[in-house]
């Protein structure tokens, strides 16, 4: 027959069951447990040659590679950004203004 | 004319010679524009270009545009003995313009932060790599330098007659609606309602530097904007605002700048071996008309 346990016994035990199981789930579920995702923060390219960019429309007509694209899309020139789409994707309005104020510059620090 | 707003201010974009859904579209082209800018050169946009520079231990690789900003601003430092310099960021931000401008945003009770001093010079660009780096005390703000330049190209995609303004950086083509020339109306430094001179302005970029209207409390004292990068502190000038007139924008912000920090006879002679126009206003309130510009009212 088993002795019987006191209550501070008892609660001795309790105490110490409850501690091994935050160990537990702590070790499971801490950041530094989790297998590496391969996603970390991106170094700046230092030291490597920069990248050669030119725009296919600054290439000489005869050197520009023949560039096979889906039906409904075009090169774009190197230019600004369609007008339209660019405003509408960024939310930008313009608004008009009234005609008292047309041709007239108002010089400020700003 | 239309309008919106960019870079903290109001830009608006006038082609009186096109209809309005010609003139609405090339508004919003010249958004984009200043969008597109904004996005590369601001210092409050963790996610700028500008601000991706910064910090770095060597050099980085940066895009065309920041690269030609670069060699445009050293440019500028050495056309000025860099009186323009666009490495006072860091007193900037010490001085509490450490966020986006706004009336009373900036206040606060404690006094100005401690900077190290940095000055453009010490900022390597090599542009046949197309690398800079940055020393760590050396916190970049092109400020209206890039503002007068997105005018400038703003200005090459409309047709003539135009203007762009974006808060009293403007760059005007033609000579203007009727053919007599822009009106431009110099704005009085200590009362915005009051204009002080007017002009007639043809084919011409226009800027003002003014410590009046971007100012602020730090530690008790009135701060502003307009940093003299030989102390690194808010310049005391004897002149309370400087317009001047040039061939760019870009070059009429520089220009007025310097003139402002300057102050004293310096600030005419700037104007003058720069070959701009313009008005300096001193800090009494009586101004003066540098080079040959047509004024209609005084």
Known sequence: ???????????????????????????????????????????????????????????????????????????????????????????????PVPSQHRARVRTRSS | MFSFRAMGTEVAVAAPGVESGEEET???????????????????????????????????????????????????????DGIFDPAIGGALAAHGYDRPFAPGALDRAAGPGSSLAAHFADVQIDAARGTVWLPLAVRLDFGGMIKGYTCDRAAALLPTPSFVDAGG??????????????????????????????????????????????????????????????TQRPARSDVAQVTVFAESAELAEVVAKTALVLGGREARDVLERTRSSGVLVRSGGRFEVVGDLEVIGA
């Open chain 2, 26 to 80: 090339l508004a919003r082209a010249v958004a984009a524009l200043f969008e597109a800018q904004e996005q590369r050169f601001s210092r409050f946009r963790d996610d700028s270009e500008l601000s991706l520079v910064h910090g770095g231990v060597d050099a980085v690789h940066v895009s065309p545009e920041l690269l030609a900003a670069l060699l445009r601003a050293r440019g500028y430092v050495e056309l000025t």
């Open chain 2, 169 to 230: 950086d403007a760059v005007m083509r033609g000579a203007g609606p009727d053919g007599d020339g822009w009106l431009v109306e110099v704005e009085d430094p200590r009362d915005a309602e009051r204009v002080l001179v007017s002009l007639r302005v043809r084919d011409r970029a226009v800027a003002t530097s003014a410590p009046n209207r971007r100012r602020w409390q730090v530690g008790g004292a009135s701060a502003h904007h307009l940093i003299d990068p030989r």
């Open chain 1, 1 to 95: 027959m088993a002795p019987k346990r006191s209550p501070l016994e008892a609660r001795l035990w309790l105490t110490a069951a409850l501690a091994g199981g935050y160990v537990l789930a702590w070790l499971a579920l801490s950041p530094g447990s989790a297998p590496p995702s391969g996603s970390t923060t991106p170094e700046p390219s230092v030291g490597a040659p920069p990248p050669q960019v030119v725009w296919l429309t600054e290439l000489p007509p005869a050197e520009r590679p023949v560039v096979v694209l889906p039906a409904g899309w075009t090169l774009d020139t190197g230019r600004l950004p369609a007008a339209s789409t660019a405003f509408a994707a960024q939310g930008l309005r313009a608004v």
